[in-house]
C-alpha cells in the first residue's frame, strides 16, 4: 500500500470522524454493479482483508469503487454504418445528421446491456492526528469523483485544498535559481519550466543535471518552474506541480526495507506498509509545507 500520486486537502481543525463512524456511513453507499442502461456506476468498496475501512496507528485507509461500461465509439460507429447500409438501401435516400444521431443513441441503449463492464479503484487516507485527506489519484477527474461522493455521504467532514503563503511556482523558481533546496530536500533531475506570456512556452527536463547557465537564463527570460523534482531527507522522492500536486511519489528502500523485514505474512505486511507510508508522509508534508513559508489559514 504505497500511495503514487495524491492530491491534498485540509480537515476541519474540529473534525472527530472516527473509523468506526466512517465504516457505518460507507457502508450506505456501496458499488453496486451496472445494470441495464447505465453507463457508470460509483459506490464505496473494501479497501483491504474485505473491510470497507482499515484503521491502523490513528490513520483510516478507504476506497472508492467505479464500474463503468466499455463500450468503445468504434463499436457504435460499425453497427450505425451497417444499419445506415440498409436504411439507405430500402429507403433510397441518404440518412441525414440528426437520424443518424438518433441511430447511434438507439444503437448504444441496445448494446449497453451486453458491454463488458471494467472496474477501478481510488484510494484515500484520512489522517484525523494532522488533519490531512489525502487521495492517491493521478488525475483531478478522479479526486473529483471521489469527493463528489463524500460530499454525499459524510456531510460532516468539511475540508478544503491546502494552500500555503508562498505558491509552489514562486517557491521552485526561487530554489532551482539559487540552488538552494529548503532544508531536507535536495533538487532532482525532474524540471519543467513554463513561459507567462501568452505563448504559455514550456520546456521539460527529464534526467537531466538543473545546473548550468542553460537553465538560469530560462529563468531570466521569464519562465516558471511548474514542476520540480525533490527528494525529502534522503527517503521519499516526488515531484512538486505548480497547483501542489505530488506526483510520481517513490518511497525509497530504505523505508520498504524495515517493513519487508519485520512483516512475517501479507496482513502484516499491508499493515505496516500503509503504518510507514503514512507517517514519512505526513512529516513530509510538515516539512514541504514549512518551506512553501506555512500554510495560509482561512476562517
Known amino acids: 500500500m504505497w500511495f503514487k500520486n495524491i492530491f491534498i486537502f485540509r480537515l476541519a481543525t474540529d473534525n472527530t470522524i472516527k473509523a468506526d463512524t466512517l465504516n457505518d456511513k460507507l457502508a450506505l ?3 453496486l454493479p451496472c445494470s441495464g442502461l447505465d453507463k457508470q456506476r460509483r459506490g464505496w468498496v473494501p479497501c483491504h482483508g474485505g473491510k470497507l475501512v482499515h484503521s491502523a496507528n ?8 467505479v464500474e463503468q461500461k466499455l463500450l468503445p465509439t468504434t463499436i457504435v460507429n460499425r453497427f450505425a454504418k451497417e444499419r445506415v447500409a440498409d436504411i439507405e438501401a ?3 435516400y441518404k440518412v441525414g445528421r440528426k437520424e443518424m444521431k438518433e441511430l447511434k443513441e438507439s444503437i448504444t441503449e441496445e448494446l449497453l446491456p451486453r458491454a463488458f463492464a471494467l472496474q477501478r479503484t481510488t484510494y484515500a487516507w484520512l489522517d484525523p492526528i494532522n488533519g490531512y485527506l489525502i487521495i492517491d489519484a493521478a488525475s483531478s477527474a478522479k479526486t473529483e469523483e471521489l469527493l463528489e461522493l463524500m460530499n454525499k455521504t459524510l456531510d460532516d467532514l468539511p475540508f478544503k485544498p491546502l494552500h500555503t503563503n508562498i505558491s509552489p511556482v514562486a517557491a521552485m523558481t526561487d530554489w532551482l535559481a539559487g540552488n538552494n533546496a529548503p532544508v531536507g530536500f535536495t533538487i532532482d533531475r525532474e524540471l ?7 505563448s504559455k512556452a514550456t520546456i521539460r527536463y527529464a534526467n537531466h543535471e538543473l545546473e548550468g ?12 518552474v511548474t514542476r520540480l523534482g525533490l527528494t525529502w531527507n534522503d527517503r521519499i522522492s516526488f515531484v512538486l506541480t505548480e497547483s501542489m500536486q505530488i506526483k510520481r511519489i517513490e518511497f525509497l528502500d530504505i523505508i520498504k526495507k524495515e517493513s519487508t523485514e519485520m512483516a512475517e505474512n501479507a496482513d502484516e505486511m499491508f499493515e505496516l506498509d500503509f503504518t510507514l507510508m503514512t507517517g514519512e508522509l505526513a512529516k513530509m508534508l510538515a516539512d514541504l509545507t514549512n518551506a512553501l513559508g506555512g500554510e495560509i489559514v482561512r476562517a
Not at 490513528?58 to 469503487?65: E, N, S, V
Open 29 to 31: 453507499k456501496p458499488l
Open 58 to 65: 490513528k490513520q483510516i485507509l478507504f476506497a472508492l469503487g
Open 90 to 92: 430500402q429507403q433510397g
Open 192 to 198: 519543467e519550466l513554463r513561459a507567462t506570456g501568452e
Open 213 to 224: 547557465e542553460e537553465i538560469l537564463k530560462h529563468i531570466a527570460a521569464g519562465k516558471r
